[in-house]
C-alpha cells in the first residue's frame, strides 16, 4: 500500500489550502484514514481523522476551520483547512489503518503559514 499526500504550501495567515491523500495498491475500502502532523520540536499529533462510515474526530486546534472528507471507491482522503494561522505550520502526514490501526503511512507535505 502507497500513500501519495499532495497540496501543502506556502500561505498567508487567513488563507487556506487543500490536501489530498491517495491510496494505492489496495482493493478494499480502508476503514480509518486521517491526517497527522508534526511541528519542528514537537511530537506529532492527531489532526483529523475518518471512518468509512463517516465517523469524524478533529484536534481540537483545528474544529471548526478544518475539514476531512473522503472518497471511499478512490481510497482518497482530503483535508481541507481554512483560516490557517502561523501554529498550523507543520508537516502533515496522511495515514490510514490498513492491518492495524494508522500503520500505514504517506511522505508528508509541507504546510507553511505566515504571519
Known amino acids: 500500500v502507497q500513500l501519495q499526500a499532495s497540496g501543502g504550501g506556502l500561505v498567508e495567515a487567513g488563507g487556506s489550502l487543500r490536501l489530498s491523500c491517495a491510496a494505492s495498491g489496495i482493493r478494499f475500502t480502508i476503514n480509518n484514514m486521517g491526517w497527522y502532523r508534526q511541528a519542528p520540536g514537537k511530537q506529532r499529533e492527531l489532526v483529523a481523522s475518518?471512518?468509512?462510515?463517516?465517523?469524524?474526530r478533529y484536534a481540537d486546534s483545528v474544529k471548526g476551520r478544518f475539514t476531512i472528507s473522503r472518497e471511499n471507491a478512490k481510497n482518497t482522503v482530503y483535508l481541507q483547512m481554512n483560516s490557517l494561522k502561523p501554529e498550523d505550520t507543520a508537516v502533515y502526514y496522511c495515514a490510514a489503518s490498513i492491518l492495524g490501526p494508522y500503520d500505514s503511512w504517506g511522505q508528508g507535505t509541507q504546510v507553511t503559514v505566515s504571519s
Open positions: 475518518l471512518d468509512s462510515s463517516s465517523s469524524t
